[in-house]
């Protein structure tokens, strides 16, 4: 589709939502699995499901279950979540399941997960071997849609990732988290340190328990006297995130609470038929934009820009990371000053990358949403870049190829990793990011993913930053900006108009920061 004719889907005036879109249900999805663990990690029954109704700002959006099983000597716990979030009226659903088997002394074994965001499955299957070193496998299946016809073909498999990691020290997972949260007691002051492993995450997040007193707690218009319970988890490059759990003597949680992106997020135990029953409709509309103080007059033109961060209420502690195209120093008065400057490509740099740096080389393989090794994804490299002569050039073309290749922008559709968004063609900034990077890794240029908030001049009449996804290319001896969905709008590209907020693989860690950043501070001036 010619770059014109593009233009028309990605009117600055809607493209913050469709970029935003993404962020939004990957860092609901796994935060919401991860409460859902700390919930409901005491007390289950074998064999027993659960059943918990998820909420956001008081209108209910889905529910969870939890189901704990012991057979055999080994214990296997079951997380479940079905949700439907609406941006600008089109739906999205959002269905997750995680399973972790552990001994009956809470000592991993394996686990599986499965996460269906409107593209396809995706499943994850990791296994502990003796050395402690943990095997993942992970594959992806999914129905395919025709971008010219909008038929749909059979289920199209990925030919998987494998890889390996070692365990975090320590660690525990859902069993292991009952056992301790067993251990703990309900006595109120009294507190413990855990480094719990999420599945979906495939990370071990350090987190602070805290028993707090007994109080008064509205379950559905049924009122109970329930424990609370404060469990803090610091996210790496992120911060800390603050749950507040209201268990009952057994220490089953029947209500949690939390504040992700502004948004009151909520589980609460509830009957199976109203877990079940309809939903609300719950728009994340204006919770996602973040207004300027003023408007940015030709951004893309713009040699660099200076903004102001101001801290919102007791949010002091929220971090801005430092990279080649943006330097940042926290003030005097708490605020932070981010000054960003995009990098401009060095020419003469050659690929494949032959560099030895441990984190570059990391930027080079394949991994679970980046398959840079995936026989369409290298095709795909091949013809874009050409004869290039050096590694700027080949990320340019790189950019300009996925400008032009993506022809379909759509709310339906929901986190695609890069094998499956070579094969459909569609998606918002998150597939072209994801697409991006993995085809400059195939082609032997050192290439991330970032998440951060852009500039749009325009959105429902206010100019300000929404969250967004663009890639990150190691070019001579610097991390490049590019961005194929502002290529694709005629915006031009990466510009000084991104504040990044995080960066890696495209995995949903990554995209933390955006979750718990937004709400935390505004923009209070711009230079």
Known sequence: MPNAMKGLYYIEAKISFLRMRQNVKTDILGLVLIVLQWSVCAQAQDKEVEYYAV??????????????????????TTDTMDVTIS????????????????????????????????????KTVGTMGEDGTVRVRTSSMGQVQAPSTGSTSSPQASSGQ????????GAVMAEGLRLIELERGLKEGASCDVNFFSPGMMEAIDSRVRVGAKQEVDLFSRVVT??????????????????????????????????????KLELAACEKAFALGGNDVFDIGNKMFLASPEAIKEVKAAKSITYYLKPVGEANGFTIPVSDNQQVARLKDGSVRVVVEPIIAPAGAKFPYSGTDAEIVSATRPSRFLQSDDAKVIALAKRATGDAKDAAEAARRIELFVADYMVQASLSVGYASASEVAASRKGDCTEFAVLCAAMCRSAGVPARVVMGIAYVD????????????????????????????????????FDAGHIALASGDGEPADFFNL??????????RIE
């Open 55 to 76: 909420l956001m700002e008081g209108a209910k959006v889905g529910y969870a279950t939890h189901s704990r099983t012991v057979a055999d000597g080994q214990v296997r």
């Open 515 to 524: 979750a718990t950043m937004l709400g935390r501070f505004r923009i209070e």
């Open 87 to 122: 941006r600008l009226g089109t739906p999205l659903r959002i269905r997750s399941a995680e399973t972790c088997v552990e001994t009956l002394k809470g000592e991993p074994i394996s686990f599986e997960v499965e996460q269906d965001m409107g593209m396809g499955t995706m």
């Open 162 to 169: 494998e890889s390996s990691f070692v365990w975090p020290k």
């Open 458 to 493: 325009n959105f429902a009449g206010k100019a300000g930053f929404g969250g967004h996804a663009w890639t990150e290319a190691y070019i001579g001896d610097k991390w490049v900006g590019l961005d194929a969905t502002f290529k694709a709008s005629g915006r031009g590209g």
């Open 226 to 263: 329930l424990t609370k319970v404060e469990t803090t988890m610091s996210m790496p490059g992120t911060g800390e995130i603050t749950t507040v759990n209201f268990v009952d003597d057994e220490c089953r949680a029947l209500k949690t609470e939390m504040v992700m992106m502004d948004i």
